[in-house]
């Protein structure tokens, strides 16, 4: 079972806002490591990116936060790429998917940045994983 994805005025803010910036309508977007990331369909990706990052970085200081811009994905095959580029700068090796649990497999270093402190990364990273792919728990090796 999916989770549902939830919306809260703050990011209907920021719903609101990509879409004048870039003219594309977005419903999905989340915050990851005090980045808001949104999601659009893959074939709209470069258009929201914008010609040299012109849109990002406007979104980016009318919100006064990072922002990435990720292509929808279309299945748990996405799942790596997806997770990559929102961790992005910070590497992992793999993931691996058993059921509905997903093993995130990095370095001493780059564990201790997905996990965070007190957990929260991990913690955000199960909720996109979970609305996302339907992952219920995430577990850095």
């Known amino acids: ?43 709209f990706v470069v258009r929201a990116i ?39 700068p910070v590497r992992f090796k793999s993931i691996e998917v058993k059921d509905d649990e997903a093993i995130i497999n990095a370095n001493t270093q780059s564990k201790a940045s997905l996990i965070g402190r007190d957990k929260a990364r991990l913690q955000e990273m199960e909720n996109i994983l979970g609305q996302y792919f339907g992952i219920r728990k995430v577990r850095v090796k």
């Open 1 to 43: 079972m999916e989770a549902t994805r939830i919306l809260d005025m703050k990011f209907i803010r920021y719903a609101n806002i990509f879409n004048n910036v870039t003219r594309i309508r977005t419903n999905h977007c989340f915050e990851y490591n005090n980045t808001i990331i949104f999601v659009v369909p893959r074939k």
């Open 50 to 88: 914008g010609p040299n990052n012109q849109n990002l970085e406007k979104l980016s200081s009318i919100i006064g936060k990072k922002i990435k811009i990720v292509a929808e994905p279309n299945g748990k095959e996405d799942l790596e790429s997806f997770a990559a580029i929102i961790t992005r």
